[in-house]
């Protein structure tokens, strides 16, 4: 069974601290892609970053960064120097390749205060 | 703007009344798949169109929720008999034809059974 776990349900951060969102997925498939997206309170997700399984390599843009582990089955997300923009829920997603279906986490509610 | 639109956003219904919810996706993309998301957690798959074709439904899906995309442009999400469990934020979204490409949410249809 596919399966994603997003363990933090809540972090709370202060303004430029650095955060990083854990997320843990499972699938038999040896070709899947893996996604994180952004939950503002207007409700509409946001597609932040995407990666496929064959590809290890982790990356930064600008104050985000990913870090993904085949031998661990994680795909964490880091924000460097966090604002209170970056205030909203995050959602880890895996999609199957032979299936066209995201299958979400229960998201990680992050809160930077000022 | 060429993003995905849906409308209404809200709607608020007594039980046992029908609704129907429209779904606008960026013109060029052939797939278009509906979510459901309650609240806490993170989006649920319930079907998807390969422009016209409803290829996969989810088990959430009663006999109660008809999809349907004429001609492969906007698509509507009907509840027949509306119960209060049915309450949830209903969100679209719209991709290319691969697995891997992404896909762009609406702001989404929260409704509201009474």
């Known amino acids: 069974a596919q399966k994603v776990t997003q363990a933090q349900t809540e972090i709370s951060v202060v303004e430029k601290e650095d955060v990083t969102l854990d997320c843990v997925y499972e699938?038999?498939?040896?070709?899947?892609?893996l996604f994180w997206y952004k939950q503002p309170p207007s409700g509409e997700l946001v597609f932040l970053i995407r990666?496929?399984?064959?590809?290890?390599q982790n990356e930064i843009s600008g104050r985000y960064s990913w870090n993904f582990q085949k031998s661990t089955s994680s795909f964490n997300f880091t924000i460097t120097a966090s604002q209170v923009v970056d205030s909203a829920v995050y959602f880890c997603?895996?999609?199957?390749?032979?299936?066209?279906?995201?299958?979400f986490g229960s998201g990680t509610r992050l809160l930077v205060r000022p | 703007d060429t993003g995905v639109s849906q409308n209404p956003r809200h709607k608020i219904t007594k039980r046992g009344q029908n609704v129907t919810f429209r779904c606008d996706p960026i013109?060029?993309?052939?797939?278009l798949y509906w979510y459901r998301q309650t609240l806490g957690q993170g989006p649920e798959f319930l079907t998807y169109?390969?422009?016209?074709?409803?290829?996969?439904k989810s088990r959430l899906l009663s006999d109660r929720f008809s999809a349907e995309r004429p001609k492969g442009s906007f698509s509507t999400l009907e509840i027949q008999r509306t119960e209060q469990g049915d309450s949830a934020m209903y969100l679209c979204?719209?991709?290319?034809?691969?697995?891997?490409?992404?896909?762009?949410f609406g702001a989404g249809t929260r409704l509201s059974v009474l």
């Open positions: 990666r496929n399984s064959f590809d290890e």
């Open positions: 169109f390969q422009n016209e074709a409803q290829l996969e």
């Open positions: 699938t038999r498939d040896t070709t899947y892609y």
């Open positions: 979204a719209s991709s290319s034809d691969r697995a891997e490409d992404i896909q762009y």
């Open positions: 997603a895996l999609v199957m390749d032979s299936s066209y279906k995201l299958i």
């Open positions: 013109s060029e993309h052939n797939r």
